[in-house]
Every structure is written in C-alpha cells, then in structure tokens.
C-alpha cells in the first residue's frame, strides 16, 4: 500500500506521519520544494516528542520525500516523476495548507484552492484510483456565531470571518464536486483550532495561538508594556471585542491525528464522507482572555463592539484581526459521524489555561506567566 502526505512538516501533519508509521511500514512525504529538509524536520519532531529510538532511526529508510510545489500545475514536477507518482499511489493524504487567516484571498486561494485541485488532479489521473483524505476545518461554517454546525454543512450564506475560511470553504465544495463528477470516495476531516502542550520550538511549526506570544515579546520590546511583577490593579487594561459567555473548541493536536487515521481505517462510503474532528468541551473566551492576562501584565477587557479610540497596547493586542472574531463565537460543531462510527471517546485532556500556556511560552512568555 502506497500512501502519500502533503503538508507532512506542519504542525499537524508531523502528528499524522508519527501515527500513519504505526500503520504503514513506509510513506512518501509530498514535501514543500525550496522550504528546508522535510526529513531533518521530521526527524527533530519525533526526537523533541519522545518519539522511540528505533522509529527515528528507521526514519530514512521509511519515508521518501518528493518535493512539490502544490500551487504549480501537476505540483510542479517533471512529467515523467509526475507520472509515476499519480500510478504508483493508493492513498493521498492533503494536509498541506496555508494557514494564515489574514492572508490576502488571494495567496490563500493558490495554495488551498489551487494547491487542492492540483492534488485531485494528482488523485483523478493515478492508475490505482488513490483514495483522497482532505484536510478542511471545522470553520468552513464560518460567520454564525451562534447555534450546532453539522458535518453535512457547507453553504456560505453566513459570510466568513476571514479569508482563510473562505479559502478552505471554497476547497471543500471543490472536493466534494471532483467526488461527484469523478464517482470517487473522498474523506473530507474538519478539525476545530488545533493546540497541543509541547513547548515551542525553533524550527518546528508554530501553535496556531502563538500569536499571542508574538504579540507580547513585540510589545514588550518597543517599551508598550509594564514589568512583570507590577501589581494588579497597575496594570493596563487592554479592551477586545468578544462574548464573555462565549467559548471555542480547541482540540489536541496529537488527539485529532490519532482520530483521523481511526476514521481513515474505515471503509469509506463511496461519497464525500465528512467528520468534524474536534474536542468534547469547549474553552470559554474567558480562559483565552486569562491566557492573555497570563503571559502579558494586561487586564483584559472583553466589549461587545470594537472600541473606536484604542490604546497602542490594545492595537498591539489585536494584531491579529482573522482571529479576534472567534472571541465572540457561542457556537459548537456536531460531531454525531465521528462518535457514530468510533464510539464515543474523549482525548482525556483538559484543554485548559495550563494546558495552553505550555503550548505557548517561550523564555520571555514562561517567566512573565510564571506557567510550568
Ligand atoms: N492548525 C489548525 O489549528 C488547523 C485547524 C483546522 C484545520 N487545519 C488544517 O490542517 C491542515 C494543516 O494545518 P497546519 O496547522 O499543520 O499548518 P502548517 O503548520 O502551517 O503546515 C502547513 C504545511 O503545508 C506545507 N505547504 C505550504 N505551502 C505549500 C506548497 N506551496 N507546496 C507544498 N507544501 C506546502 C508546509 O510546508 P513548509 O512547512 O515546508 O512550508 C507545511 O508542511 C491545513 O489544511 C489547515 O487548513 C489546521
């Protein structure tokens, strides 16, 4: 069985070839041409995540990296290698994406868009008929705030909170059609945001609330923020607009591979199976608002509306405006497939400000924090 992974260095896709070595005894890793050794990354995960000896030893042999460029025509490969690649595959895993969520619509859409008709293309002209597993997001569902998404959703009429969504929206209705007109199998899996506790690391991809810590160390540097150890009620208060009854499903990294490949296991229905891959609780907005208090001297203040004056700091603080809107969702993603099929399961881990603050701290972050 020949099974390939697009977007293998990322941060969940370092989690799924950790758990598809379980399964196969060797993958080829769809790699990103010109952005670093995906081998040596690869390798540096698993030692980083206590992965065995023995399986980082083996880890030349069973992996073999093809580098594409998934934006360019038939992955930017010499057609002969193009070729071989399509007819030697059984399996095609599309992880690879741009995850940016304030990136321009249209970068978003080459790499997401393009980037996923160019590995169809890959799947529709293989010898083998490889079965395709697309990674999506839960936040396909986009701008309803309120209210039970269903895995059957796709429909934009709610608009989108920024263009990554619609990018990834606009991918799955692609994939969804190219099963219909093709009469092929596809499994679509629509994780909700993806955290995990494993302290950063140079060179290994960022958590997706990293930004946080970015956020901090900048404003930190240009002199925006008070010491560590000022009091309370000396600190400033930073003003976001949000719902304090709000609350968003975080789900372990390494918990959502693990589903992904169970679910992978199944036989798929010979339709566009889609499943939301996501957590068992949701996280109030409340504890993201202490994370920031945690790791920055701020008092947060969640405002239903964005405040017109803002403070530099409270600029500073939403830096990251594709995200800021999540703090006001109130919704939850129907997961009925995945427990129907799998059982019901939990990952066990509380997603909490504990959890979340390992994730993230670096060294200014961590002492600020006092986090573990
Ligand atoms: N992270 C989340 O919270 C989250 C939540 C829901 C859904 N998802 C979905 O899960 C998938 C993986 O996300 P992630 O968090 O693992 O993202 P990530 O850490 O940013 O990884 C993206 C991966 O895509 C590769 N890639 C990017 N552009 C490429 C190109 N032009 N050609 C070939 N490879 C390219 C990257 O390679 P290099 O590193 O070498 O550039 C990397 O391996 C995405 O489809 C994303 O939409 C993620």
Redesign the pocket.
């Known amino acids: 069985m020949r099974v390939a992974l697009?977007?293998?260095?990322?941060?969940?896709?370092l989690r799924l070839v950790r758990r598809l070595l379980d399964r196969y005894a060797s993958l080829t890793v769809?790699?990103?041409a010109g952005?670093?050794c995906?081998l040596s990354r690869i390798t540096r995960f698993m030692e980083l995540s206590g992965a065995p000896a023995a399986l980082i030893a083996e880890l030349p042999t069973r992996l073999r990296v093809v580098e594409?460029?998934?934006?360019r025509p038939e992955l930017g490969l010499p057609a002969a290698e193009y070729r071989r690649l399509a007819d030697e595959l059984d399996v095609i895993w599309h992880?690879?994406?741009?995850?940016n969520l304030d990136d321009d619509l249209g970068s978003l859409r080459l790499?997401?868009v393009e980037?996923t008709r160019h590995v169809l293309e890959l799947a529709a002209s293989g010898a083998r008929r490889p079965l395709v597993h697309h990674?999506?997001?839960?936040?396909v569902g986009g701008a309803r705030r309120e209210g039970v998404v269903y895995e059957d959703e796709l429909e934009d009429r709610h608009g989108f909170e920024n263009s990554y969504e619609r990018s990834?929206y606009e991918a799955e209705v692609l994939v969804r059609d190219w099963s219909r007109l093709h009469g092929r199998p596809v499994v679509v899996m629509r994780?909700?945001?993806?955290v995990t506790d494993l302290p950063p690391s140079p060179g290994l991809?960022q958590h997706?609330l990293q930004f946080l810590a970015r956020i901090v160390e900048s404003s930190a540097r240009g002199g925006g923020l008070p010491e560590r150890d000022v009091p309370e009620e000396r600190r400033p208060v930073v003003r976001l607009a949000g719902d304090p009854r709000g609350h968003l499903n975080l789900m372990p990294v390494e918990h959502a591979a693990a589903v992904m490949v169970r679910l992978a296991n199944r036989p798929p229905s010979g339709r566009a199976d889609v499943y939301h891959v996501v957590h068992d609780h949701d996280v109030a907005t409340t504890v993201l608002t202490a994370l920031v208090e945690r790791i920055a001297p701020v008092r947060v203040r969640l405002v239903r509306k964005r405040p017109d004056q803002r403070a530099r700091l409270e600029a500073a603080v939403d830096l990251y405006p594709g995200f800021t809107p999540y703090l006001s969702h109130r919704r939850r993603f129907d997961d009925t497939r995945v427990r129907s099929l799998l059982g019901p399961f939990s990952s066990g881990i509380r997603v909490d400000l504990d959890y979340l603050t390992a994730g993230i701290s670096t060294s200014r972050t961590a002492t600020t924090a006092g986090a573990p």
């Open positions: 697009t977007g293998a260095t990322g941060f969940l896709g769809l790699g990103h952005s670093g995906a594409i460029d998934l934006c992880c690879a994406g741009n995850i790499t997401n980037g990674i999506g997001t839960a936040f990834k994780p909700s945001v993806l991809p997706p």
